[in-house]
């Protein structure tokens, strides 16, 4: 099957069971629901502790930081899409740089519209249990074509946030329009939906991968792509609730 999340596919699976050696270790879904619960700790110890910064000396103090973070979170993924072997390293280091981006966002949003970091928290909490309740009940399946269709639309999604980003780089004011209005709430809707997408077809990843039994060091690399699409979710519902108070 075909993953719309970029650290999924058959090449990173392959590639997974190429450089784990059996040794007498399989993979469960226990234990990427562990290790994934220790990197959201990650995630979450890191943002606090910009939050925490940004609250005491103010936002421009974590504003290098975030940057970093953002930056360096985004190529520390990469590397581990491409070297998924490397996950145990690269994982928690992934999960403390977004940690930084995430907390200076959170801090600036929460100082403009009280209260929506926590909402936007709560309910992609909400979304992934029932997303993963609906799977593991067998209610929801994930074919190949439906993993092929969502994957063309995250590849969509991301030409427009980046045609959007280049066009507001250059001063062209349809970059800028392009996030507001009706057409901008329907792009921040599609992106949730498609995030949501992504949460089954993470899953059905996941259980692929324990068939195919491969060792228990993978458990990472999926914990690490679970994460990616929860910390994305996350940041879309941020963005949608902000555009309710407005």
């Known amino acids: 099957m075909k993953s ?49 910064t940004a609250a005491v000396h103010g936002p421009d103090a974590v504003m290098g930081a975030a940057l970093i973070g953002l930056l360096g979170g985004f190529l520390v993924a990469l590397f581990t899409c491409f070297v998924p072997s490397m996950a145990p390293v690269t994982a928690p280091i992934y999960a403390v740089l ?97 995030a949501i997408a992504c949460l089954f077809v993470d899953f059905a990843e996941i259980e692929s991968a324990r068939n195919a039994k491969l060792s228990a060091k993978a458990e990472w690399y999926f914990a690490f792509s679970v994460i990616v699409t929860i910390v994305w979710m996350y940041v879309t519902i941020l963005r949608m609730l902000r555009r309710f108070r407005r």
């Open 98 to 194: 977004k940690g930084l981006g995430i907390g200076a966002i959170s801090y600036v949003v929460n100082a403009q519209y009280h209260g929506i970091p926590l909402q936007a928290a709560v309910a992609t909490f909400g979304i992934t249990a029932v997303c993963f309740a609906l799977f593991a009940s067998g209610r929801i399946e994930v074919s190949e074509s439906f993993g092929e269709k969502v994957a063309i639309g995250v590849c969509g999604l991301f030409v427009v946030y980046l045609l959007s980003f280049i066009l507001t780089l250059a001063g062209v004011p349809l970059g800028s329009a392009m996030d507001q209005g009706v057409f901008g709430f329907a792009i921040n809707a599609i992106s949730i939906g498609l």
């Open 4 to 52: 719309s999340n970029p650290t999924y596919g058959r090449a990173a699976i392959e590639r997974l069971a190429n450089a784990h050696v059996p040794d007498g270790t399989v993979m469960t879904i226990p234990g990427v629901a562990r290790k994934s619960l220790g990197l959201l700790v990650l995630v979450i110890a890191s943002a606090a502790y910009t939050w925490r």
